[in-house]
Each structure stands twice: as structure tokens, then as C-alpha cells.
């Protein structure tokens, strides 16, 4: 379910604007509040910010909102990695290679080809 819901926050257009819009409410809402709450006697009392309900609501949607781009960040980062041929490559070779070996071992076990892996390789131009 977790990973899910972070696999539709990072590719999803639908989520993005959804986060998009209800943060600039959120905070809307929140920024009026907290200036409701520390206005005393129509001045504002810049002194009395941290006894606000509000200001804490807002430092906790900051807090989320800092995770939720750095989420963000890090997926655009690692699509961007693709671009590099040697990335990719290298990719394969850690993702991909394991688990053929793994196929391989089971088939030389077998008596089957026992080259196979090698030509696996050499057709991934590992």
C-alpha cells in the first residue's frame, strides 16, 4: 500500500495537482489563521507567534512539504540517470545479471548449455 501510494505521488499528474492545489489552500488557510491568532487588539504580536496553534500546523505542512518534493527530487534524479549509456549498463549488470545467473546455474545443473550466461551477457554488450 505504502509503496504504492509513493509510486502514484511520483508519477501520477492527477496526484500532483491534487497535492498542488490542496497545499496552496492548506497553507492559505492556515498563514490567515495563524495571523487571526496572533493579532491582539488590531496589532500584531510577532512575540506571541509560539503560543499559535496555527504556526504549528504550519511548520508541520512545511515539514510534509519538504518531504514530498525531496520525494519528488529524487525520482526526477534517478529517471535523469538513464540518460548515461555507462548508468544504464551498469544498471543491467547489478538488476539483471543476478538473477540470470541464477537461471543459468539451474540449467547447468541440468546438464544444459553451459555458455549461456556468456551469451546472455555478450547480447546485453556486457
Not at 504550519?58 to 535523469?80: A, D, G, P
Amino acid at each position: 500500500m505504502c509503496l504504492n501510494l509513493k509510486e502514484k505521488l511520483q508519477t501520477s499528474p492527477l496526484f500532483k495537482t491534487f497535492v498542488g492545489v490542496f497545499s496552496i489552500v492548506i497553507f492559505g488557510i492556515l498563514s490567515g489563521a495563524f495571523i487571526a491568532e496572533i493579532t491582539i487588539n488590531g496589532k500584531i504580536e510577532w512575540g506571541s507567534f509560539y503560543k499559535a496553534t496555527s504556526f504549528y500546523l504550519l511548520l508541520f505542512c512545511c515539514l510534509l512539504m519538504y518531504f514530498y518534493f525531496r520525494l519528488q527530487f529524487n525520482f526526477e534524479e534517478s529517471i535523469e540517470k538513464f540518460k548515461d549509456d555507462e548508468y544504464c549498463k551498469a544498471y543491467m549488470r547489478k538488476q539483471c545479471l543476478p538473477e540470470m545467473a541464477k537461471k543459468t546455474n539451474k540449467l547447468i545443473k541440468k546438464g544444459r548449455d553451459k555458455n549461456q550466461l556468456k551469451d546472455l551477457m555478450s547480447d546485453l554488450n556486457l
